[in-house]
């Protein structure tokens, strides 16, 4: 039997990601708005990163989601443009080299789903620098 992982879908402007569902500490809001006062209280007082600004797109309409992850120095509120589920798949394929990343590291590799649709695997450890580092 292959060797599978757990990942979150998730959209964030025009990317759609992965991330490893291990590194999300809970799905606080799905659908909703971000300005929902969150049920855990790790999260109280931490302001949402809009993962889609982050990486320097703008967020798109749809079903916004709001994940808790445990940074490097505290918790972590990162506003997604939508949550596609939970799913199991392999290891990503590594990209290309040929491929420029504006941020080393952060992109693990891709995953290719039913009908086409390719997924970024991110880095959680890196993630949380760029958003702790303000990028």
């Known amino acids: 039997m292959a060797e599978t992982d757990r990942y979150l879908g998730v959209l964030a402007g ?3 990601l992965a991330l490893p569902l ?6 606080l809001d799905v659908g909703g708005s971000s300005s929902l006062a969150p049920t855990d209280p790790r999260a109280l007082g931490v302001e949402p990163i809009s993962l889609a600004r982050l990486l320097h797109k703008p967020a798109q309409e749809g079903r916004p989601g709001l994940l808790l992850f445990d940074g490097h120095i505290g918790p972590v ?12 798949a392999p290891p990503p394929a590594p990209l290309p080299r040929t491929v ?7 992109v693990r590799g891709v995953l290719a789903e039913a009908g086409g649709t390719l997924r970024l ?4 450890r890196v993630l949380m620098g760029l958003v702790e580092a303000g990028a």
């Open 14 to 16: 025009p990317f759609a």
């Open 22 to 27: 291990l590194t999300v500490r809970q799905i």
């Open 77 to 88: 509120l990162l506003s997604v443009c939508g949550v596609s589920g939970v799913f199991d």
């Open 100 to 106: 420029a990343c504006r941020w080393p590291g952060l």
């Open 121 to 124: 695997v991110l880095d959680p």
